[in-house]
């Protein structure tokens, strides 16, 4: 789900996330370097990081999923594949799209090793920060750094995009610990 959002939606109509996609595009485009390598190059970092930060369980729970994200979304990437749908549209279909996606490897906990390494680890540190507020706060910081390079409506298109994407899995999230309660 998160690798056919990505490539196949916000990637080549331009629609910033604020995670690391939305980095690697912002790096791609003043480096002149595929957002492929950049993306796996970030990855990569953000596995070790895990490793470091929330420990060896952690690390090997994502690596399997870290591993089919970067193979998957570059080779999505090399088909060079767009889906041409109103920018709104592909908006709610990858927030919805990546916001399941990610909510199913955080309830595993485990991750495709983006910015959510970091929310994990702070929310294990402060239980009462929850973790879809805080890839929140780590997208729109993203989205903000990145207005100058892609435009102010590729920004406001990621606000939204971040927006839905954490609000699906802060209802997914609240949605488990009602059940789980019962």
Known sequence: MLTVAY???????HIINGGVTST??????????????????MTIGLLIL?????????????????????????????????????????????????????????????????????????????PKWNTAIILRVIGTVVLIIGVLTFGIWSVIYGILFTFIQTQVIYWLDRYHSKIGKK
């Not at 490539?7 to 109509?13: I, S, Y």
């Not at 399997?64 to 889906?83: D, P, T, W």
């Open 24 to 41: 690697s595009l912002l790096l791609s485009h003043y480096l002149k370097i595929d957002i492929g390598y950049i993306s796996t190059f």
């Open 7 to 13: 490539a196949f939606l916000t990637v080549p109509n």
């Open 50 to 126: 895990g490793l470091v930060l929330l420990g060896k369980n952690f690390f090997f729970r994502s690596l399997f999923s870290s591993i089919c994200y970067m193979v998957f979304f570059n080779f999505f990437l090399f088909l060079n594949i767009s889906i041409s749908l109103p920018s709104l549209l592909c908006v709610l279909i990858a927030g919805v799209f990546v916001g399941l996606g990610h909510y199913l490897c955080l309830h595993e906990n485990s991750s495709t090793v983006g910015y959510d390494v970091i929310a994990l680890y702070l929310h294990k540190k402060i």
